[in-house]
């Protein structure tokens, strides 16, 4: 599909019961992350690939105005969603950089 997207955020409240401001909710909304890892337990990981270079970026960084506000999404229900980067050294992920997300997977706690 090509084309520009509209998304309404016209339902949203000035500011959640949780303190976040609807411009925090529509920054969150018009956001698409890599990969959302959901359990049989109904938990999600939010889980988004960066290229190591990228770490400091300050949109796209580890703590970039992306990274800022999906935290802010997970913190509204922090028992049923994580969040985790991982920052790529080359081209593919290593195996030890997935292991909070096998965890997860897995059904181990993840803090």
Same mark, same amino acid.
């Given at each position: 599909m090509?084309?520009? #997207? +509209? =998304?309404?955020? @016209?339902?949203?409240? @000035?500011?959640?019961?949780?303190?976040?401001? #609807?411009?925090?909710?529509?920054? &969150? =909304?018009?956001?698409?992350?890599? /990969?959302?890892?959901?359990?049989?337990n109904?938990? +999600?990981?939010?889980?988004? &690939?960066? #290229?190591?270079?990228? #770490?400091?970026?300050?949109?796209?960084?580890? @703590?970039?105005?992306?990274?800022?506000?999906?935290?802010?999404?997970?913190?509204?229900?922090?028992?049923?969603?994580k969040?985790?980067?991982? /920052?790529?050294?080359?081209?593919?992920?290593?195996?030890?950089q997935?292991?909070? =997300?096998?965890? /997860?997977?897995?059904?181990?706690?993840?803090?």
């Open positions: 090509g084309g520009k #997207r +509209c =998304i309404s955020t @016209n339902y949203l409240p @000035n500011v959640s019961s949780n303190g976040v401001s #609807r411009a925090t909710l529509t920054q &969150i =909304i018009l956001h698409t992350p890599d /990969f959302i890892v959901r359990g049989k109904g938990k +999600c990981m939010i889980v988004e &690939i960066k #290229r190591e270079h990228d #770490r400091e970026h300050p949109v796209d960084g580890e @703590n970039g105005r992306k990274a800022m506000a999906t935290r802010k999404w997970v913190g509204l229900n922090p028992e049923r969603l969040y985790e980067i991982v /920052f790529a050294k080359e081209d593919v992920i290593g195996y030890d997935t292991k909070r =997300i096998r965890d /997860f997977v897995e059904r181990k706690e993840i803090v």
